[in-house]
């Protein structure tokens, strides 16, 4: 059985080695848009059906998709397109909690089970300075919310409330729970 992870995700693919010691990388190349009727909630779970059911090939294929998506309230915060954008979105975390959902798809035999993961954040106070410096670093801007936790946007966070590794994208306690119950 081929595993195939639905992502060019540098991070997905170093977590998913924590499940898999073989898996092929086969990125997806839909358009990551969220229909405007669809709950934030579920917009991660959305986009990452999207992504595994674009790379399907075959039945006894075993595809993860997955997508990250970060919210302030009710408003989605996805990848920064430029510093303007990304110094507003990272205004808008300073000094509060925003959430983290990252919607996974596992596609097995020609079914398709899906979930999503949430964790809390809590960014302390950020200065203008210091997102100026942080964009300068380019580390933002390929990430939904405009941070790498896993990097120096850490700098930032106070606290969490969830999986770390949601947070980075890819949630692998409760992916490999899913998938022992799918695959057994």
């Excluded at 190349?29 to 959305?46: G, M």
């Excluded at 850490?154 to 692998?172: H, K, T």
Aim: aromatic share 8%.
């Amino acid at each position: 059985m081929d595993i195939i992870l639905a992502s060019s995700s540098p991070r997905r693919k170093e977590l998913m080695k924590l499940i898999f010691d073989e898996f092929i990388i086969r990125p997806s190349e839909i358009e990551e848009n969220i229909p405007s009727a669809i709950n934030y909630e579920l917009a991660a779970e959305y986009l990452a059906s999207k992504k595994a059911n674009s790379v399907v090939k075959k039945s006894d294929e075993l595809v993860i998709g997955c997508d990250t998506v970060v919210t302030a309230g009710n408003i989605i915060l996805g990848k920064p397109h430029d510093c303007k954008e990304c110094r507003k979105m990272l205004r808008l975390l300073s000094g509060r909690t925003h959430s983290v959902y990252t919607g996974v798809s596992i596609i097995f035999n020609g079914k398709e089970f899906c979930f999503t993961e949430k964790t809390d954040v809590k960014f302390r106070n950020i200065s203008d300075e210091e997102i100026e410096e942080y964009m300068n670093t380019g580390e933002p801007f390929d990430k939904a919310g405009g941070y790498g936790i896993q990097g120096r946007g850490a700098l930032f966070v106070q606290s969490i409330c969830g999986d770390y590794f949601n947070v980075v994208g890819l949630p692998v306690s409760r992916l490999n729970y899913e998938l022992k119950k799918i695959v057994l």
